[in-house]
């Protein structure tokens, strides 16, 4: 089975409703142990909620999960990916491109709602309808 990180939209998606596909999803990575986290998706989330009590809930949940973190080489290959992707006329996000990086860098998949993913050579996308 394949290691899932499940980016900041999804868990942002999880956390407005606890029916809704995504939290299901993520509720079943979670108990088979296939989702990681990353600091900076942690952030992401995070920096939107205003609510001390929940802010702490949230924060506890994603740092108790396995976590894998950039190193040097994941900047240098976000760097690449722009220039080649602003050579085909697509922006994509820092942020994208650097969750991307890792993904490669770490061979997992990205479980995500954002587009951007798609325009991002090699990056595997974790489709809850297949896996």
């Not at 980016?7 to 299901?24: F, G, N, R, T």
């Not at 396995?66 to 006329?89: Q, V």
């Not at 994509?92 to 709602?113: G, M, R, W």
Request: proline share 3%; charged share 25%; aromatic share 4%.
């Amino acid at each position: 089975m394949s290691i899932v990180l499940a980016d900041s939209c999804v868990w942002i998606e999880a956390l407005k409703d606890d029916l809704s596909e995504e939290a299901i999803q993520l509720e079943h990575l979670i108990d088979t142990s296939r989702v990681v986290i990353t600091g900076l998706i942690i952030t992401e989330v995070l920096q939107g909620i205003r609510d001390a009590g929940i802010f702490r809930e949230v924060s506890e949940k994603l740092t108790a999960l396995p976590s894998i973190e950039l190193h040097k080489n994941a900047y240098i290959t976000a760097a690449k990916l722009s220039i080649e992707l602003r050579a085909k006329g697509l922006a994509i996000p820092l942020s994208d491109l650097l969750i991307a990086s890792l993904c490669k860098e770490h061979d997992v998949q990205i479980y995500t709602l954002d587009r951007h993913f798609e325009s991002i050579p090699g990056i595997k996308q974790w489709n809850p309808r297949k896996n």
